[in-house]
């Protein structure tokens, strides 16, 4: 965007919000609309509806004793920074931050990530997110 065009936009909006302030705070402050906006899931793949079987992470439990191993793996390319999966990341049943796993685009060649937790039982998400293809959830039990 040019200087010329930015002061521009950006005097129009002061304008704007001189004019008729509840405009100017409908516009900064647009409601979420649903979870598909935010991430997306087998049920609700929003406009990557051809995208779940590479984008929804698969989660396997096991239990030994007090100790829970999760293995995550989105079936996903790790094709260098161009298109790979970010991250992994583990919530519990209020989908709170448990742990996360990055990948190193030049050296993972899979998305695979593996948590161990103790003493845990109830519902676990995670999130995988696609550089390309925005942020997936599911989730399983213990
Ligand atoms: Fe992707």
């Known amino acids: 965007m040019e200087r010329r065009d930015f002061m521009r936009l950006s005097t129009a909006g002061v304008v704007a919000s001189v004019v008729n302030p509840t405009m100017a705070l409908a516009n900064a402050y647009k409601p979420v609309k649903g979870s598909s906006d935010i991430y997306y899931t087998k049920e609700d793949a929003g406009r990557w509806s051809g995208k779940v079987a590479t984008h ?24 260098g920074y161009e298109h790979y999966i970010v991250k ?32 845990y039982s109830g519902t676990l998400y995670v999130l995988s997110l696609c550089n390309k293809h925005d942020l997936w959830l599911n989730s399983a039990e213990v």
């Open 56 to 79: 929804l992470p698969s989660i396997d439990i096991e239990k030994v004793g007090n100790v829970v191993t999760v293995k995550v793996v989105t079936a996903h390319e790790m094709k």
């Open 88 to 119: 992994h990341v583990l919530l519990d049943s209020k989908q709170k931050f448990l742990d996360e796993h990055l990948f190193d685009p030049t050296k993972d060649s899979a998305a695979l990530s593996t948590f161990t937790l103790k003493d």
